[in-house]
């Protein structure tokens, strides 16, 4: 049965307000640094980020009690805000309707390998509880008239775990965390731009002591560059990932994330090598990753050349036009790129083809008004010519009607309306697109607290480097609030965050500052653009979906004399508000210096293609074919086996990056609680010490 959908009812969950920001309160404290008044703010924790996850982790913390404030660049303005796909997920762990299997989720999260085995245990676990809280902050969670979840299936997932309320999902859940966090007090300093975590020593341990910040509020002319100090004893890093990283994202304009943040206070980093790349709309217009449905409409695919001209280019690299089509359905639960995927005439073929084309200079795009077209000498497309699991799909979706516009209109009007508040209309006009980055499954190394190497210091959602190699579609979601969670339950436990604190600013404050002024020059031969473009096409080029040896080690070699440069001349401004984003951009050209120290170490220890990249090799195993013969120029390497057990770590050293590897931890998935025996460890806290 069709059931017409109300314009009002798709409007609620495509335009999703959010709520206004309470004031701000003024610091009544300032200190002086480098000769500038700085203003003093102090609180028991600070998080920096105001997405789902970072306020997640506010929320539990102000409900136990503790003195938290948020501080946010932009303030729903990040990826879990502003970015997502077709159908964004939230992963659950009720599924096929025989009951929550935590061990079996736990094993699909981590099934990609570099993952420790307790953090995938944890986020099953956790999985039920996320979703019931959010369900009754008013996430509006899609339910059949018994009660039941609605799923589906998608990335790396075979069993159905996801469920969705539209493409705004994660917005919607920014929005009722935001707002039970204004319900409950917590403040929210907007405008705020971390540059540089504060160290202080105890007992022969460092410490976190407070975060030197930039915020456009606080500019004087005392003050040009708006700094303001926080004093705090803890800090959660939740401010996403690292979107400017890659000229080719998806990702909003103006995520730079924490990594390099992090690098800088001598933080370890993990699995930098592992990414999730895939097609998507160009952040030029509106980033938005076409999976789901987008592709399961089966629309026409296409290039253009300089000369206007049309090139069916998937029927080059396709055997039959029932084979094309059924490849194309399938990106829409094999969205990421994933070398084993080219092989055989799979799903991941269609992104190599769609990258081989731009990087030719034609543009590629999507036609919803117009079928595949057929293979040369084979057969029109067909909706009874397809692959079984294909037409299964689409015949219990109801999606037989003749063109990809009217299916896609029929599975998933949202997707239509989407698109349209952002004046594009694919219902007339063909949709233009590329392969990009779109998350970074590495990042900050945490315990099964979210703990970070420096005490007092945690990192959650995307911040965290937790993923391993690949994740279901929507399993991040579900990490950042678990994370969140735990991060909070952990903090509250130490006693750390409880009130203000009146510690004595020392004088390494003083010498970030100074530090900072020193990177920051009125003229120089860097400017942010030049740095900007250098980072991002070396990213995009050399570093993308497709990779080799020498010329990963070629653009490592170049990064190095980037930051060497950086570092003898500063970055160049033209007024002091620019300060915060030139210091941002200095800290992207660390954090593209570090994946790329990350990858050269882990292709010249003979690492494998596997998750986000294809790794070429003239002697490799793998070599992708299209209908005209093999493609010698991109065999790959196989995965291999072993490394699934291990993670690459990077932490920096003066101006240098120290590379190792550590093995996965593991979980006893046979150990039993016993309620009388490990009752007491949680009424004493002891299991935040364990």
């Known amino acids: ?136 902050l008013g996430l509006p969670l899609p339910q059949d008239r018994f009660g039941g979840t609605l799923r589906y299936q998608t990335d790396h997932d075979e069993v159905g775990r996801a469920t969705s309320c539209g493409p705004r999902t994660s917005r919607l859940m920014v929005k009722v965390l935001a707002d039970e ?5 917590v403040p929210i300093f907007n405008q705020t731009t971390a540059v ?5 020593e105890q007992d022969g341990h460092e410490t976190v002591a407070g975060l030197l910040t930039m915020r456009a509020g606080e500019r004087t002319d005392s003050n040009p560059m708006g700094m303001a100090l926080f004093v705090c004893p803890v800090v959660v890093l939740a401010a996403g990932g690292p979107g400017e990283l890659y000229r080719d994202s998806v990702y909003p304009n103006g995520c730079f994330g924490s990594l390099g943040l992090a690098l800088e206070a001598g933080i370890e980093l993990v699995n930098l090598t592992e990414s999730q790349f895939g097609i998507g709309t160009r952040r030029e217009g509106f980033p938005w990753n076409l999976s789901g449905t987008y592709v ?11 000369d206007g001209y049309e090139h069916h280019f998937l029927g080059e690299y396709y055997r039959t036009t029932q084979e ?61 010519r397809l692959d079984d699991d294909v037409r299964h799909y689409l015949g219990k979706a109801g999606a037989s009607q003749d063109l990809p516009i009217a299916r896609l209109q029929r599975m998933n009007p949202l997707a239509i309306e989407l698109y349209r508040r952002y004046k594009i209309d694919i219902a007339t006009a063909p949709l233009e697109f590329a392969v990009n980055n779109q998350h970074m499954n590495g990042g900050v190394m945490v315990d099964i ?20 190699v690949t994740r279901p579609g929507g399993a991040a979601l579900n990490a950042g609030q678990v994370f969140g969670t735990r991060a909070a339950e952990h903090i509250a436990a130490t006693g750390w965050a409880k009130g203000n604190n009146d510690v004595k600013i020392d004088a390494n404050v003083g010498e970030a500052v100074g530090h900072l002024l020193r990177a920051l020059v009125a003229q120089g031969s860097l400017d942010m653009a030049a740095i ?155 299991i935040h010490h364990s």
């Not at 966090?181 to 007090?185: E, H, N, Q, S």
């Not at 540089?196 to 202080?200: D, E, G, M, N, T």
């Not at 399961?296 to 300089?306: A, E, F, K, L, R």
């Open 181 to 185: 966090a204004i319900r409950l007090g």
């Open 196 to 200: 540089r975590i504060l160290k202080s």
């Open 296 to 306: 399961q409409s089966m629309p026409h695919i296409y290039s253009v050349d300089s």
């Open 1 to 136: 049965m069709k059931l017409d959908i109300p314009q009002p009812i798709l409007d609620a969950l495509t335009d999703v307000d959010m709520p206004r920001l309470p004031p701000e309160t003024r610091s009544l404290e300032t200190v002086s640094l480098s000769g500038i008044d700085v203003p003093v703010y102090r609180a028991g924790c600070v998080i920096v980020g105001s997405g789902a996850a970072g306020l997640r982790s506010a929320v539990e913390l102000k409900r136990r009690g503790d003195d938290v404030v948020v501080i946010s660049q932009s303030a729903w303005g990040g990826t879990s805000a502003c970015s997502g796909s077709d159908k964004q997920t939230l992963h659950t762990a009720n599924t096929s309707d025989q009951g929550d299997n935590y061990k079996a989720m736990a094993h699909a999260i981590r099934s990609g390998g570099a993952m420790d085995e307790d953090t995938a245990y944890i986020e099953a676990v956790g999985s039920s509880r996320m979703m019931a809280s959010l369900q009754y």
């Open 324 to 384: 094309l089509a059924s490849n194309i359905f399938r990106k829409g639960y094999q969205w990421p790129f994933h070398s084993t995927r080219m092989l055989d005439f799979a799903s991941s073929l269609v992104d190599l083809a769609v990258y081989r084309e731009t990087m030719a200079g034609r543009r590629v795009f999507m036609d919803f008004n117009r079928n595949p077209l057929p293979v040369p000498g084979d057969e029109p497309f067909h909706l009874e």
């Open 532 to 686: 900007r473009a250098e980072v991002q096409a070396r990213m995009s080029d050399k570093a993308g979906i497709i990779c080799d040896a020498q010329s990963v080690r070629a653009a490592l070699a170049d990064a190095k004399i980037l930051n060497a440069r950086i570092r003898t001349h500063g970055i160049s401004i033209d007024r002091p508000g620019e300060a915060s984003r030139a210091i941002q951009w200095q800290q992207m050209a660390t954090a593209s210096e570090a994946v790329l120290a990350a990858l050269d170490f882990f292709i010249s220890h003979g690492g494998g293609s596997r998750g986000a990249r294809a790794i070429c090799d003239a002697n490799g195993e793998a070599l992708p074919t299209t209908r005209h013969g093999p493609l010698n120029e991109y065999r790959f390497r196989n995965e291999r086996d072993h490394q699934k057990n291990e993670q690459i770590v990077v932490k920096k050293r003066g101006s240098d990056f120290v590379v190792t590897t550590k093995s996965n931890r593991v979980f006893d998935e046979s150990a039993k609680s016993f309620f009388e025996r490990d009752w007491p460890a949680w009424l004493t806290n002891e």
């Open 449 to 468: 607290w979210g703990q970070t190497n420096l005490k007092g210091c945690y990192a959650i959602g995307e911040a965290a480097g937790t993923h391993g």
